[in-house]
């Protein structure tokens, strides 16, 4: 049995599908697409589920299960775990993120042995807390939909994930950001800078960089763009926060974090 | 079995049948008839323009507002319930506008598409040659007299039973809500539905799969003041027949034969036809445009989730509220908005 729980959503053009086992437990998840451009995105889907199971030894599999000139069908296996809520905003999800992160660093950090230019790296494009799980495996990212190999500079993921966070955190207080999320955000931006998983790009100011990225890049989210809530209505005091966070990291422009 | 070979074995089916192929490439039993949202002029006037530019641009000319209907991708997901492969023979029992047929194609499913209203059809094979689709079959009948045994892998009865029952020519606009007479057939409507469920078994090999899907006879929105999508008359689809049929024949000058059922009622019907290991789903909002399809077993109304609002009217959030009120806190699955069905024969 299957249950679909999306359909063509958020300007997209593809249906997700929940694949039962005879038991009644869910199995894999299914996604498909009929348009030529969600054809592109499931591709891209699958290319970014092989190069994270590249990577990851416990990451979810997945493969294209059925594909014609106007159809493909992916399927990847359904990670049980815990996941983030977006109302809960950073601090609420402050373990979460600082595991997201770890696993960030771990992965990227291995990837950026080899790597030739860190301002172009892999790319997640969709790291909300809702698409990491923690599970007793270990912290897990899902959703590779908007995954390009070579994209952004090395630490853009995190900085959105930040963002997105403090966005809902600043919506659940009415628009308020407390001295904890900065020194939260501080925190985490070192933890990054330290494992050389942070692009001097967003070292300077992280969520304006994040931001200015969105808009210059449009291109790798297609017309998904629009169901990014930080695009659709900044947060106010972006700039202040990033002076905040450069200032108590003793930063000037240009430098880096030690 | 290859394109050509399976294609060919569908015109083989058509040809002892006495269809003949016309121009348009489309097969034509010679038993016409009409239902459609267009009048007979507005489908004229339609099918001129297609010689000089594309459906969706005819559409969009002339009806905008049938642009979704027809071309949207959503009004394929119901086909992710089933498991069509590259080659499975499929019929699209009333077709019109070839929404389905377009999915199911798109799926490697070399399709049958059957339908009483030739305007369509013409409207079809144009989509179909446009989008370079060579494993579509388009056919011209009434579809409770369009048999074809053991022949598919899948049929689809896609917002079909409930209009078995009707008699003549539908132009909805002059009918929908329309005081229309229409004397009564002396067959009851449940049992011209259970023989057209019959032919579509027939029509299936053995352990093929039926696709159906229908409104809810005990839709929530129903008791709330949305009208009866067949009859646009208040209350008609849960009240006794007998009651309906009276507010029928004295507001439509017809009896009520657009009968719905509830999710038992309807299993019922599907199991005394001869179909088994029947799977049944509760679509949200609706079957046309589903956001959210979970099977209807017990535990599973606890997954249903919030999905995202079409418009923001004040009838439009209240029925949201009302709905994840229902299934979330007194999980209702049975006042549901819609039922697909998948079904073996």
């Known amino acids: ?258 | 079995m290859n394109l050509k070979s399976k294609t060919d074995r569908i015109e083989n089916a058509l040809l002892e049948q006495s269809y003949e192929k016309d121009d348009h490439g489309i097969w034509i039993s010679g038993n016409r008839g009409y239902w459609s949202n267009l009048t007979k002029s507005e489908n004229t006037d339609l099918l001129s323009r297609l010689d000089k530019t594309n459906t969706r641009d005819a559409i969009l000319k002339t009806h905008p507002t049938y642009e979704n209907i027809i071309f949207s991708e959503k009004r394929n997901a119901g086909l992710e319930l089933l498991e069509i492969q590259p080659g499975d023979i499929c019929i699209d029992y009333g077709c019109m506008w070839g929404a389905l047929t377009i999915g199911m194609a798109n799926r490697g499913g070399i399709v049958l598409s059957i339908d009483q209203t030739y305007e369509s059809l013409v409207f079809l094979e144009h989509r179909v040659t446009e989008m370079n689709l060579d494993n579509v079959v388009i056919a011209q009948n009434d579809v409770r007299r369009a048999e074809f045994p053991k022949l598919a892998d899948y049929a689809v009865v896609n917002g079909v039973l409930e209009w078995i029952p009707e008699t003549g020519e539908i132009d909805l606009q002059n009918y929908y809500g329309k005081a229309v007479r229409r004397e009564r057939t002396s067959e009851n409507p449940e049992k011209l539905q259970y023989n057209f469920l019959k032919l579509v078994h027939n029509s299936l090999k053995v352990d093929g799969t039926m696709f159906l899907s229908i409104e809810n006879r005990y839709d929530y929105t129903q008791f709330f003041g949305k009208k009866d999508p067949h009859s646009n008359l208040l209350f008609t689809s849960f009240l006794p027949r007998a009651i309906s049929n009276k507010i029928s024949l004295a507001a439509l000058k017809r009896p009520y034969v657009n009968y719905l059922y509830s999710f038992k009622a309807l299993k019922n019907l599907i199991v005394d036809v001869g179909f088994h290991d029947i799977e049944l789903y509760m679509a949200f909002p609706d079957y046309r445009f589903p956001e959210l399809v979970l099977p209807y077993a017990r535990k599973n109304v606890s997954k249903y989730i919030n999905y995202g609002m079409d418009g923001y009217s004040w009838k439009r959030i209240s029925a949201t509220l009302v709905e994840r009120f229902l299934m979330k806190k007194l999980r209702a699955r049975f006042f549901a908005p819609s039922i697909m069905v998948v079904a073996k024969a």
């Open chain 1, 1 to 258: 049995m299957k249950a679909i729980i999306r359909n063509c959503a958020h300007g997209g053009t593809s249906v997700i599908s929940v694949v039962y086992d005879k038991k009644g437990s869910p199995a894999w998840v299914a996604k498909s697409s009929e348009n030529k451009a969600g054809i592109k995105d499931i591709l891209q889907e699958h290319e970014g589920f092989q190069w994270y199971a590249n990577h990851v030894s416990y990451a979810p599999q997945a493969e294209i299960s059925r594909q014609t000139e106007n159809y493909i069908l992916l399927q990847s296996d359904y990670v049980f775990g815990k996941s983030g809520k977006h109302n809960y905003g950073l601090l609420r999800n402050s373990s979460l993120i600082i595991s997201a992160i770890m696993h960030y660093i771990a992965v990227w950090g291995s990837w950026s042995k080899n790597a030739q230019n860190l301002e172009s790296a892999p790319m997640h494009g969709d790291l909300s807390v809702d698409n990491i799980i923690l599970n007793d495996k270990g912290t897990i990212f899902i959703d590779w939909e908007h995954f390009h190999v070579s994209a952004l500079p090395i630490g853009f993921d995190i900085c959105y994930l930040l963002l997105e966070s403090l966005w809902y955190e600043s919506r659940t207080r009415h628009g308020h950001i407390s001295n904890e999320a900065i020194y939260f955000i501080q925190h985490c931006i070192r933890l990054l800078s330290k494992e050389g998983c942070l692009s001097k790009r967003f070292m300077a100011k992280p969520f304006r960089s994040t931001l200015d990225t969105f808009i210059e890049r449009s291109e790798l989210w297609g017309n998904q763009i629009y169901k990014f809530p930080v695009l659709k209505s900044p947060i106010d005091c972006i700039d202040i926060i990033d002076q905040r966070i450069r200032e108590s990291l003793c930063l000037s422009s240009g430098d880096l974090i030690q």
